[in-house]
Nanobody
């Protein structure tokens, strides 16, 4: 299984972007999918959202109400809809997958149990 991300770019504050995380070479069924981001100057990624294998979602306070994660099992793809983007959302965004018994969305800030990573896509929010 490999994860292929797309959808990043440059957007003005208040704008929207939708990131896609497509599974290739294997099914995402049974995996919990986390979203992480690495802000400029930071060494490590930080998790901010997760969608479980059975479609439960969780969000960090910093993105709650603005970001929505969903999954389309038929397309083997997870989406991150980002609305009302702010300059502080500027980061390199990653999706990551962990098997449902190894990686838990309740621990979405941690990389423990993550086995597959996307390549990352840059999101820049600037006027």
């Amino acid at each position: 299984l490999q994860l292929v991300e797309s959808g990043g770019g440059l957007v003005q504050p208040g704008g929207s972007l939708r990131l896609s995380c497509a599974g290739t070479g294997g099914s995402l069924d049974g995996y919990n999918i986390g979203w992480f981001r690495r802000a400029p100057g930071m060494q490590f990624e930080k998790g901010f959202s997760c969608i479980s294998h059975d479609n439960n979602t969780i969000y960090a306070d910093s993105v709650k109400g603005r970001f929505t994660v969903s999954r389309d099992n038929a397309k083997n793809t997870v989406y991150l809809q980002m609305n009302n983007l702010k300059p502080e959302d500027t980061a390199l965004y990653f999706c990551a997958a962990g098997w449902r018994t190894n990686y838990y969305c309740s621990s979405y800030e941690s990389i423990g149990g993550i086995f597959h990573w996307g390549q990352g896509t840059q999101v820049t929010v600037s006027s």
